[in-house]
């Protein structure tokens, strides 16, 4: 939220338009559309507009649903998104479906649901986001290489809009929390996409640029760049690779 914030106060600085764009998180999107549009939260089970529910209130609904369903098995099975076990998957979706709905009598949601029930929405084109994806005719995609598949799939929904990406497969950490950097690769050699090298760092020095093309020397060629070192006393600061998509 932060950096969209930041973002937002860089362009009003920088541009002359009068209008400006909106800079939004993945989840602050879906938040916005959840509370703008009724047909939306209602195709999740939302009357009002649900809080967001926070750690602790979510571990005491999750301890009832668990109770509701008499399960057994611990949590980490129950959150296992790996799991080839018929059992313990028949009583994920148990799981998953009562806490649900203790979530929506309760008018809460979880950043999961918040995020990945809209874009199902948006994947499935239900006929609740139709008008939305009309609305956006250009999207742009900061850090893309920390995006899941979900999220891609949610971006490539709106048919209609010109997207404009911007990411560097080699400073993707984030797998742990369902980040795929084989997304951001697999469009550095697609013909359809319109690729940009940003070789200039406007924020480090030209011996930080130097450990990083040696520590990223392993990296296909296919995505990666040279990076060397602008003014240190620039503000902007641009990433490795863009990819624009007619």
Wanted: aromatic share 12%; proline share 2%; glycine share 2%.
């Amino acid at each position: 939220n932060a950096a969209a914030d930041n973002m937002k106060q860089r362009f009003k600085q920088s541009s002359e338009m009068r209008s400006v764009p909106e800079f939004r998180t993945f989840h602050s999107f879906c938040y916005m559309l959840l509370a703008k549009y009724p047909e939306i939260r209602q195709a999740l089970g939302y009357v009002q507009v649900p809080a967001i529910a926070d750690e602790s209130t979510q571990l005491k609904i999750e301890r009832t649903a668990i109770q509701q369903c008499g399960i057994k098995i611990s949590m980490a099975k129950l959150t296992d998104a790996a799991n080839t076990n018929p059992m313990i998957d028949f009583q994920q979706q148990l799981f998953k479906k009562a806490k649900a709905r203790l979530m929506c009598s309760q008018n809460l949601i979880d950043f999961d649901t918040l995020c990945y029930g809209v874009c199902k929405l948006f994947t499935s084109d239900d006929a609740c986001v139709r008008v939305v994806k009309q609305t956006y005719k250009y999207i742009f995609v900061d850090e893309f290489q920390d995006t899941d598949r979900r999220q891609y799939e949610f971006v490539l929904a709106f048919s209609k809009a010109k997207l404009f990406v911007v990411g560097d497969a080699v400073q993707a950490i984030y797998a742990f929390r369902g980040a795929d950097s084989s997304i951001i690769k697999s469009l550095a050699s697609d013909p359809k996409w319109t690729t940009y090298r940003l070789t200039t760092n406007y924020r480090s020095t030209q011996d930080i640029c130097d450990k990083a093309n040696a520590n990223t020397a392993h990296a296909d060629m296919s995505y990666r760049v040279f990076i060397h070192s602008a003014s240190a006393t620039t503000q902007p600061v641009a990433e490795s690779h863009t990819f624009d998509f007619d």
